[in-house]
């Protein structure tokens, strides 16, 4: 009984923990533009269309103006779906304001209103970054067996941390571990299920932290 209960409980934590994760990390710089706009009108778009601009018009949220202009970046704005954004679509979007202190060139084209510089768009329930946040959370659980080698490598990359290197060992100390214990104690059924689903919770807990420097 205590098994099947913790099963259960273990279940719903894999289940479920994502989603709570992901709606609870900060997913874009501090004090973000966030708003539902109504695009009014395309003011342009440089060569082969990879950037474009659109006149924006507040419908509800967060944004710099009533009245103002979205930057659509290809290479650089990600968005939940591949919705074409056109004149008069109403869309979610999240991104910071522009200033010539930051942006320069043709990106800053339109200086009699305040500009936004599109970081994602979302398209519907979720964020681009909450959906990516989800995957890499399922997938840690095999994902995390890059640890292993990644161990020898990391310590000589610029983005050495001590914090995510001790996750790492982390990492490969559970994978090690489970692994053995699978070995010699061969579990099956049920208990195989609770070391399994136990492995993936403390999986998807040792990623959190390397998730919030993804966004």
Known sequence: ??????????????????????????TDSPEPYVFRARLAEKLGETLQGKLRYFLAEEMEGRAPARTFVVTINSAFTRMSSRLELEEGRQVWMQGSLM??????????????LPQVYVRQVKTGALWPDQ?????????????????????VSYPFMEEFTVAYYLLMLAQSALIVATVVYCVRRRPSGSRLALLLLSYGVI?????????????
């Open 131 to 151: 959906i990516n946040g989800l995957r890499i959370l399922y997938l840690s659980p095999f994902t995390a067996f890059s640890s292993l080698w990644l161990m």
């Open 203 to 215: 999986m998807m807990l040792t990623t959190i932290p390397m998730l919030t420097d993804l966004y």
């Open 99 to 112: 200033t010539p202190d930051v942006y320069y060139g043709e990106q800053y084209l339109f200086f009699g």
């Open 1 to 26: 009984m205590r098994v099947k209960a913790a099963l259960v409980i273990l279940a719903v934590l894999f289940t479920g923990l994502p989603f709570v994760v992901v709606h609870l990390i900060p």
